[in-house]
């Protein structure tokens, strides 16, 4: 046995036997004193954030809710990037038993299997990342990142999604870039499926930690990048290497967070807390989406005035050229059954969903324009 599967039974065995402990004492009577009531069973929980990115403020969100809803039954342990292991290695800690949870997402591994990617950072057919997540809930994506997780990676892990993300910008650029020949051998920082996207539109593409970001941009092994919004952009200091920062693109316009769960871990616990887990996903979600909208319109707002940064929407020429590169990589992706079988399920979802959204909502930008005539820049 190696140390790290005795680290797993270790910790599967003390919460066995905290159970049996908690029954006994029960059975004891109302003598025994309320001070020998069951400790709380801690989950050792990593996310793939540094310290200081708002992202942990989101995690944080989850273990408020966990513990509140557990009446103190459960603590959760918060740790940032690299206390236990690296952003990219959480995955595999969680599946070994070295941490019992995770907060990051599903593109980080796609050097494991490019199939991750498309849980969030693959092709953009037409839905949101609202769309999406639905579709993970109620489209059939669930059963299908299960058997990507457990039956094709073999892995012992249980992972639940959560916090539609508002689609990702372009990026950081040092000059302005409105054409694809504008970007021609960028040395560019992006992560999964949207590295092979940019690689084949002319950018070379290194896939990096947030938090190493900006020091690979200082010392020049990249040249332009992308993270994820003006809150985490602005934290570990997009703003002093670069000045042109421009919203909107293809690359990664649909992804939400992912909680991994070690799943012996998560079965050794008593159903109702499984159950706040699980369900305490979906509550985050929701607080998550607030204080998203409100730090993140902040932050640029502040970007713009104090870090005298110019903010773009990019191309249209370049959004073109992004969905044309997604039609060249789709066929290459669905050689794979497996991938073929999750774009099939992905493309009938947004197909039926999205025209019902499409149709459905009216033009948002229309009535802001209405109200707020000639902020936008379109």
Do not use: C
């Not at 494991?112 to 993970?136: E, I, R």
């Amino acid at each position: 046995m190696t140390k790290t599967e005795a680290t797993a039974l270790s910790r599967r065995s003390f919460l066995r036997k905290g159970a049996v402990a908690g029954g006994a004492a029960a059975a004891a009577g109302l003598a025994a004193p309320a001070v020998l009531a069951q400790s709380p069973i801690v989950i050792k929980m990593q996310t793939s954030w540094p310290a200081s990115d708002i992202w942990m403020d989101f995690a944080r969100q989850y273990v408020e809710r966990v513990e509140a809803m557990s009446g103190g039954r459960l603590k959760v342990d918060l740790l940032p990037a690299g206390a236990v292991v690296g952003a990219f290695q959480v995955l595999d800690a969680v599946n070994d038993g070295v941490l019992d949870a995770a907060h990051s997402v599903p593109v980080y591994w796609y050097g494991k299997n490019k199939a991750a990617s498309l849980f969030g950072t693959g092709p953009v057919f037409g839905g949101s990342a609202t769309t999406m997540l639905a579709w993970f809930y109620a489209g059939g994506g669930q059963e299908l990142l299960r058997e990507l997780m457990e039956d094709i990676m073999g892995l012992n892990v249980v992972s639940y999604m959560g916090f539609p993300m508002p689609a990702q910008p372009f990026g950081w650029f040092k000059g302005t870039v409105s054409t694809v020949a504008d970007i021609q051998g960028f040395k560019y920082r992006t992560v999964g499926l949207a590295a092979d996207l940019l690689q084949s539109m002319g950018m070379s593409v290194a896939q990096l930690p947030g938090g190493e970001i900006v020091p690979a941009m200082e010392r020049g092994v990249i040249d332009a990048f992308e993270f994820n919004n003006p809150s985490s952009d602005s934290r570990f200091g997009a703003q002093d290497v670069a000045k042109n920062y421009y919203l909107s693109s293809y690359h990664q316009a649909s992804e939400s967070f992912e909680f991994l769960f070690n799943k012996d871990f998560l079965s050794d616990l008593d159903p109702d807390l499984q159950a706040i887990l699980r369900y305490g996903v979906e509550a985050t979600s929701t607080a998550n989406t607030a204080i998203a909208l409100d730090n993140y319109s902040a932050d640029l707002q502040k970007l713009q005035t104090e870090a005298g940064v110019t903010v773009h929407r990019t191309s249209k020429e370049i959004l073109a050229a992004q969905l044309d590169a997604w039609d060249k990589l789709i066929p290459t992706l669905e050689a794979d059954p497996y991938m073929k079988k999750v774009l099939d399920s992905q493309r009938a979802w947004v197909e039926r969903v999205t025209f019902y959204e499409i149709m459905n909502s009216p033009d948002y930008t229309l009535a802001y324009d209405h109200y707020f005539p000639g902020k936008l820049q379109l």
